[in-house]
C-alpha cells in the first residue's frame, strides 16, 4: 500500500492531505493506510446496481481520498479523533456486500475498513453469548460456535459474500432462519460503537431494561451514521437436534399469503418459510433444482425432534386450510441443501440486465395489495422497456412478512445517464407504490445512499427528530454523509 498522496503541485490541499496521511499512518502503522486509486476504488464497490453497472462501463465509483485498516477499537478511535480534528468525512466500511450503495463515499475523505477486526473475544457458555469484534465474518464465527454445538443462526444471502457482523447490524440484517431465531438487532445484546470527536461508548450489557432510553437501538440500523461499531454481544443458540422439511403449492401467491398469516398468527415458530410467486418459483427451479409447481412454498422446522414433529404436523393443517397441497418434504430438503446457490458466481444478476431488489415489510393487511400494485407499476408503467416484476416472500412476523420483490430490464437503455434515470424510475414507482398501500421503506437490506430520498416521506416529521439526533452525536456531518438521507457533511474543509 502507499503511505504517500499522488502530488497535485504545492496546493494546500495536497500539503493537508499528505499532513493528514502521516497522522494517520502515525496512528496506526504507514502499511494500514492508502491512496492507490485500485484500493480506493475497492473500498468504495459493494452489490449494488450502482456499483456492478459503473464497473461494467468502467466507470469510477465514488470513492474516498484515504483508506484505512485499523485493527482495534482503539486504532478506530484514532482515525475518529483525525478525522473530526480536519472535520474529514468517514464511510465504514465491512465485507461491502450491501446492495444500497452504503459503501460509495460522495463527498470523498477517508474510507475506514474494519476486516481487521475479527477477534472471538468471550463465549459465555452459561449465559449462550459471544462477543465479537465487528470485522469477522458470518462463516469464520459459526464454524467456531458450532465446535462447542452452538449457532449464530444468521445466515443472510451474502453469507459467503463477505457480510461481516458489524454489517449485519449497522443495516439491520436479517438470516434466511429470521422467522424463528430473529433478525440482527433481535440477536445483538450489546455493543461497543466509537462515535465523534473519537470516544468509545458501550451500551448496557442486556437490551431488556427499565434505565431509560434504549441506546442501543439507536445505533442499531444506523449504518455508520453515528458512530463506528467496533465490537458486539449477541444471543446465540444451540445447534438444533433436528430439522423438518415441508412444501407446498398454492392456485395462486395470495393463498400462500394466507397459509403464512395463519402459521404466524397462530403463533408456530418455523426457521424458515419462503413463498415464492410463479415468476420467482421458475427462477428457482432453473437455479436450485426445485421443481416448478406455480407458486411455492418451503417451511424448515427445527429443536428437538418432538417439537419438530410437533410442528410440522400444526403447519400441515394450517396450510391445507388455506388451499395448499402438499409436495412433501424433499423439496423442502432441496431448497434448503441449495439455498446459497442464487448467490454463486455466475447466478447473481450482473449488468447489462438492470435490476433492483424492494424488500418492503408491511401488516398482513396490506401485503396482497402491495403485491398487486406493485407487479402493476412496474409491468405497466415500464412496458415499453419490457420491465418484469417477481416476488417472494422470505421472512415472516407475528404481524406480517417482507416482500422480497424485485424488477428486472434485460434491454436497458445503453447510455449511463439514461440507465441510471430509468433505474431511479423504476426505484421511485416501486418503493412510494409500496409506501402507499401501507409498506414500510425496506426491511433488512438497510438504506444506503440509493433509499435516502425515500425517509423524508417515510418518516414525516419524524425525520427532522432523527436529523437532530444525527446533529447531536456528530455535529460535522462527518459520519457516513450521504446516507439514511442526511446529506453532505456540515462543516467540512475536506
Known sequence: MSQTPESDGV??????????????????GAANVSTEATELQAQAADWSWYSKYLAFKNLEQPSADIAV???????????????????????????????????????GGISLDLT???????????????T?????????????????????????????????????IAARGSGVVSTKYGKAEDQVLQLEVVVPPGKTVKTLAV????????????????????????QASL????????????????????????????????????????????????????????????????????????????????????????????????????????????????????????YGTFDQVARFVDIPNIYRAKKQVIEEKFSEYGARYTAHLSHWYDWGAML????????????????????????????????ENGGVLNDHHGVGIKLGRFMRPQYGHGFELMRQLKDAWDPDGIMNPGKLGFGPPRNSKW
Not at 477499537?73 to 466500511?93: C, G, H, K, L, M
Open 11 to 28: 496546493s494546500g490541499t495536497s500539503y493537508l492531505r499528505g499532513q493528514i496521511v502521516r497522522e494517520l499512518s502515525a496512528a496506526i
Open 404 to 435: 422480497y420483490d424485485r424488477f428486472y430490464v434485460d434491454e436497458p437503455p445503453t447510455d449511463p445517464a439514461e440507465a441510471m434515470d430509468l433505474h431511479d424510475r423504476l426505484w421511485d414507482a416501486g418503493i412510494l407504490t409500496g409506501m
Open 116 to 130: 481487521r477486526l475479527t477477534d472471538i473475544v468471550d463465549i459465555d457458555e452459561k449465559s449462550l453469548v459471544v
Open 207 to 230: 437490551p431488556s431494561h427499565a434505565a431509560g432510553s434504549d441506546l442501543l437501538q439507536s445505533f442499531v440500523g444506523s449504518e455508520g451514521t453515528l458512530g463506528v461499531i467496533t
Open 69 to 107: 485498516t485499523p485493527a482495534n477499537t482503539a486504532e478506530v478511535e484514532r482515525v475518529i479523533q483525525i478525522a473530526s480534528d480536519y472535520r474529514i468525512p468517514v464511510t465504514t466500511r465491512g465485507g461491502g456486500s450491501g446492495t444500497q450503495g452504503g459503501t460509495f463515499a460522495p463527498y
Open 235 to 354: 444471543r446465540v443458540d444451540p445447534l438444533p437436534e433436528s430439522r423438518g422439511f415441508l412444501s407446498f403449492s398454492f392456485p395462486d401467491i395470495f393463498a400462500g399469503i394466507e397459509a403464512g398469516r395463519l402459521i404466524m398468527t397462530n403463533r408456530l415458530r418455523p426457521a424458515v418459510i419462503r413463498l415464492y410467486d410463479e415468476a420467482d418459483s421458475k427462477k428457482l427451479q432453473d437455479w436450485v433444482g426445485t421443481p416448478f409447481t406455480g407458486t411455492l412454498m418451503v417451511i424448515m422446522c427445527d429443536g428437538s425432534k418432538e417439537l419438530v414433529d410437533y410442528e410440522t404436523k400444526a403447519i400441515t393443517a394450517l396450510v391445507e386450510k388455506a388451499g395448499g397441497s402438499s409436495l412433501g418434504p424433499d423439496v423442502g430438503q432441496t431448497w434448503w441443501d441449495g439455498k446459497y446457490e442464487p448467490y454463486a458466481k455466475g447466478k447473481l444478476p450482473q449488468p447489462p440486465l438492470m
Open 132 to 168: 465479537v469484534g465487528a470485522g469477522i465474518d458470518g462463516p469464520t464465527l459459526e464454524a467456531e460456535l458450532n465446535e462447542k454445538g452452538l449457532t449464530l443462526a444468521h445466515y443472510p444471502g451474502s453469507y459467503h459474500l463477505g457480510a461481516t457482523i458489524g454489517g449485519f
